[in-house]
């Protein structure tokens, strides 16, 4: 690993959001590695977990390749659900589990560059955050969206 001994774990979050609950709350895998020189924001596809199959992979990799990562719970439905179940049912609550400044906020880190990664379904759901929050989205200058 580059930069020295990184720190994993969960990392949560509560908010208030614009999809009528007055607390929501998700869940994320963060793993802060010192010196990075970027955060990686990693969104799973349909229907599994932030540590499922090449999400998995890329967020241990990245980590150990010395970047900050945070691999996001995106809202799941039931095992047999289709893409009617996901869009637009839960676009709403995925768009607020977009972490716009990053556990602790990322310039707090030492973070200047963020990397939105997504996959599958996470892309299609990263895509209308972006849509509707394209000024205020959490990509500062110099920072990629893939």
Do not use: C
């Not at 959001?17 to 955060?39: R, V, W, Y």
């Not at 349909?46 to 999400?55: A, C, E, L, N, S």
């Not at 990664?117 to 972006?130: C, E, F, I, K, R």
Request: aromatic content about 10%; proline content about 6%.
């Amino acid at each position: 690993m580059v930069g020295g001994k990184s720190s994993r774990g969960w990392w949560s979050a509560k908010r208030s959001g614009s999809t009528g609950k007055t607390d929501e709350s998700f869940s994320g895998l963060f793993t802060q590695t010192p010196n990075a020189p970027a955060a990686i924001v990693l969104v799973h596809g349909v229907g599994v977990h932030p540590d499922h199959g090449v999400i998995g992979a890329l967020r241990v990799s990245l980590a150990d390749a010395g970047y900050t990562t945070l691999s996001i719970q995106m809202p799941v439905q039931k095992a047999d659900a289709g893409v009617n179940d996901y869009y637009p049912a839960v676009f709403p609550e995925a768009v607020e589990r977009n972490p716009r400044r990053g556990p602790g906020g990322w310039r707090q880190k030492g973070i200047r560059r963020t990397v939105l990664l997504s996959h599958s379904m996470g892309s299609w759901m990263s895509n209308v955050y972006y849509e509707g929050n394209f000024r205020r989205a959490v990509l500062p200058r110099g920072s990629a969206w893939v």
